[in-house]
C-alpha cells in the first residue's frame, strides 16, 4: 500500500509570491489534515479536509489556504508569503471515518523557503 | 503558550543506557499518541494510549498515561543508535478535534 506522497518535497520563493503544496492520501483515506513545523513552534494545525469539505481548522491567517478534490488528493496555497512562513509542511491522511481520533499517517514533508 | 510541553528538549546518551522523556499538560485528553520522526521524513506513530493510568510497551519502549490523563511519559531500556530521532507527543483535547503537538525531544543515540 503506497503512502502519502508530498510534492514537491522542496521549494524556494520570495516573499510576496505564492505557493501551492500537493499531498496524494494513502488509497481508501478520505481525510487530509496540513501541519506546520518550525523549530520554534513544532508541528501546527492548520486545517483537515474531509469529503471535500473543510471540517477542522486552525488558528492561522486566512493567507493560507486548502482544498480537496474528489479523489481525496488535496492541496494547500499560501499566499503573499512571509519570511515566517519558511518551514515544513506536512499532510497526513486518515479514514476520517471512526468518529474519534484515526491514527494519522504523515507524508515526508515539503520544505519551504521564502527569501 | 504550548498545550503539551516535552521534556527534555535535547538528550544526547550512550548505547545501552535508558531513558525517559516527559510530555506534560493542564489539559485533559481523550487521548495522547507518540511519534518519532526521523530527518527529512514525517512523523511515524508508535502509541496511542486512551486509558488513565495505561501502559503499554512496545519492545525496549513503556508508554504511560497519567491517571489525570493530563501527562505522559515514554521510556526506553537499553537505547540504541537506532532510537535517534525526534520524539513528539500528541493528543486531543477532551472537547476538541485538532491533534496538538509538543515540540518534541530530539534524542542521540551514540555508539
Known amino acids: 500500500k503506497a503512502g502519502v506522497t508530498q510534492t514537491p518535497r522542496y521549494l524556494i520563493k520570495t516573499r510576496g509570491q505564492q505557493v501551492t503544496l500537493s499531498c496524494s492520501p494513502i488509497?481508501?483515506?478520505?481525510?487530509v489534515s496540513w501541519y506546520q513545523q518550525t523549530p520554534g513552534q513544532g508541528l501546527q494545525f492548520l486545517f483537515e479536509?474531509?469529503?471535500?469539505?473543510?471540517?477542522n481548522k486552525g488558528n492561522f491567517p486566512g493567507r493560507f489556504s486548502g482544498r480537496q478534490f474528489s479523489n481525496s488528493r488535496s492541496e494547500m496555497n499560501v499566499s503573499t508569503l512571509e519570511l515566517g512562513d519558511s518551514a515544513l509542511y506536512l499532510c497526513?491522511?486518515?479514514?476520517?471515518?471512526?468518529?474519534?481520533?484515526?491514527?494519522?499517517?504523515f507524508g515526508p514533508g515539503t520544505r519551504l523557503t521564502v527569501l | 503558550t504550548q498545550l503539551l510541553e516535552q521534556s527534555p528538549q535535547f538528550l544526547s546518551i550512550q548505547e545501552g543506557e535508558n531513558l525517559t522523556v516527559y510530555c506534560n499538560s493542564s489539559?485533559?485528553?481523550?487521548?495522547l499518541q507518540w511519534y518519532r520522526q526521523e530527518p527529512g521524513e514525517g512523523p511515524v506513530l508508535l502509541v496511542t494510549?486512551?486509558?488513565?493510568?495505561e501502559v503499554k510497551k512496545l519492545k525496549r519502549l513503556t508508554f504511560q498515561f497519567g491517571d489525570a490523563r493530563k501527562d505522559s511519559s515514554l521510556h526506553i531500556t537499553a537505547a540504541q543508535p537506532g532510537d535517534t530521532g525526534l520524539y513528539l507527543c500528541?493528543?486531543?483535547?477532551?472537547?476538541?478535534?485538532?491533534?496538538?503537538f509538543g515540540k518534541g525531544t530530539s534524542l542521540l543515540v551514540t555508539p
Open positions: 494510549v486512551v486509558t488513565g493510568g
Open positions: 479536509y474531509f469529503s471535500e469539505t473543510q471540517r
Open positions: 497526513a491522511s486518515s479514514r476520517g471515518t471512526s468518529g474519534s481520533w484515526d491514527t494519522q499517517y
Open positions: 488509497s481508501g483515506h478520505r481525510s
Open positions: 489539559s485533559v485528553f481523550s487521548s
Open positions: 500528541a493528543g486531543v483535547e477532551n472537547s476538541g478535534y485538532a491533534l496538538n
